[in-house]
Nanobody, 126 residues
């Protein structure tokens, strides 16, 4: 069965950094677009960013541009989310997801992604 497993979450002070990882198994990883979503208490799950197959394109939600960086290592079947200058507003459960043959307009549509991880908690304190 396809599995996506996030790791790297934790508690960090505002202004700090965290690096999230999402390990993917039983999937042709290199041909899938990978993305990160997050969901804070009482809010809808929102798009954070996406990276297309072979790192051909990047897309970020406006509030994280310049602070978060998505990368992927196809040899390791892993996608990363490097988060810097974290703010209290970044507190959420972070999920990775995989989608196949997504257009640019579909990247932020969570219904278009085929597989999801269980999430990892990121808490930013002050």
């Amino acid at each position: 069965q396809v599995q996506l497993v996030e790791s790297g979450g934790g508690l960090v002070q505002a202004g700090g950094s965290l690096r999230l990882s999402c390990a993917v198994s039983r999937l042709a990883f290199s041909i899938y677009t990978m993305c990160w979503f997050r969901q804070a208490p009482g809010k809808e799950r929102e798009f954070v960013g996406a990276i297309t197959l072979n790192s051909g394109g990047l897309s970020y939600e406006d509030s994280v541009k310049g602070r978060f960086t998505i990368s992927r290592d196809n040899a390791k079947n892993t996608v990363y989310l490097q988060m810097t200058n974290l703010k209290r507003e970044d507190t959420a459960v972070y999920y990775c997801a995989a989608g196949h043959l997504l257009s640019t307009l579909q990247l932020q549509d969570k219904s278009k992604y085929n597989y999801w991880g269980q999430g990892t908690q990121v808490t930013v304190s002050s």
